[in-house]
């Protein structure tokens, strides 16, 4: 028997980060949303108690520091599954981009286990074995439209955005998120982008309030250090898309687009220096 299962991509449209914790994390504030541009996962049960991973890329780790194969280690440590399992993932998500590529990975592998393995384990418990995993994960479990709290684990969904075209752009360089956070002050935060704002645009279905309320506090420090990833950012707003953010740490930057019209001159103009560009739809 085979199970599949796909991990979709995720962007944000807003985020802030209010404080550093005592346990080292940073207090967030999200929204995050999904996109049509997902990794699919095979998973097929193996005789002996063992994990296996393949993949078609060769730049991913297959071993223990893979997301998905310590996903499959802590659902049968949790629940004393003797069964060993082969996952295959098909990576299209790029790595290290800011789009949780990994997390949305691990995600996918706890709901097909569940499935494969028939454990029956309820999607709250899910989400709580991801956030051991990464504070991507339990929303990557569940998808949609969330507003994301803590470190990003405690979640309140909301509604969907409009549908409208994303054009994902990642210059070839990859961003630790560690570094990133390690560089932010956020005592030094002279301005926040307003989650009512957003949360009020998505509710209103207001496509031009929500290209208007896009924010990301952590975009300075990526800039600061990459100038390409500003480069990108200005040649996407140059190229006409309505609203352009980085997401998550970066480096990838998105761009939201009403008008398929728009969609030839932004790809084909950012093409020009950047290999990995994606036109997808909003996930909703």
């Known amino acids: 028997m085979k199970i599949y299962e796909k991990a979709p991509a995720k962007i944000n449209l807003l985020l802030d980060v209010l404080r550093k914790r005592e346990d080292g994390y940073h207090e967030v504030e999200m929204i995050m949303t999904m996109v049509d541009l997902a990794d699919r996962l095979e998973m097929e049960e193996l005789p002996r108690d063992t994990i296996i991973i393949s993949s078609q ?46 997390s949305s990975d691990a995600a996918a592998t706890l709901r097909g286990l569940n499935r494969l ?10 989400c709580k074995l991801g956030a051991e995993l990464g504070s991507d994960v339990p929303f990557c479990v569940t998808g949609g439209t969330a507003i994301a709290r803590g ?6 969904h909301i509604a969907n955005p409009p549908q409208c075209w994303v054009v994902l752009a990642k210059p070839p360089i990859n961003v630790s998120t560690a570094d990133v956070y390690g560089r932010f002050r956020a005592s ?29 506090v952590l975009e300075k420090v990526t800039l600061d250090l990459y100038p390409e990833v500003m480069q990108l950012k200005e040649s996407m707003i ?11 740490s ?4 998105f761009g939201l687009v009403s008008k398929e ?6 790809y084909n103009g950012l093409r020009g220096f950047c290999k990995e560009v994606y036109v997808v739809r909003m996930l909703t």
């Not at 393995?117 to 899910?126: D, N, R, S, T, V």
């Not at 019209?261 to 932004?266: E, H, N, Q, S």
Request: hydrophobic residues 40%; negative net charge; contains cysteine.
């Open 57 to 102: 890329v060769g730049y991913i780790p297959l071993d223990e520091k893979n997301l998905a194969f310590q996903a499959a280690r802590l659902i049968k440590e949790r629940y004393d599954v003797k069964q060993g399992v082969y996952i295959h993932l098909d990576k299209k998500i790029p790595v290290a981009a800011g789009l949780a590529g990994g």
């Open 117 to 126: 393995w028939k454990l029956q384990i309820p999607e709250e418990e899910l």
């Open 151 to 156: 470190r990003g684990e405690v979640l309140e």
């Open 188 to 216: 030094e935060l002279k301005e926040h982008p307003s989650l009512a704002n957003m949360v009020g645009a998505i509710e209103r279905g207001s496509f031009n309030d929500i290209c208007d309320g896009l924010g990301n």
């Open 238 to 248: 140059r190229l006409g898309a309505d609203g352009v953010l980085m997401s998550g």
């Open 250 to 253: 970066g480096p990838t930057v």
């Open 261 to 266: 019209a728009k969609l030839p001159r932004i």
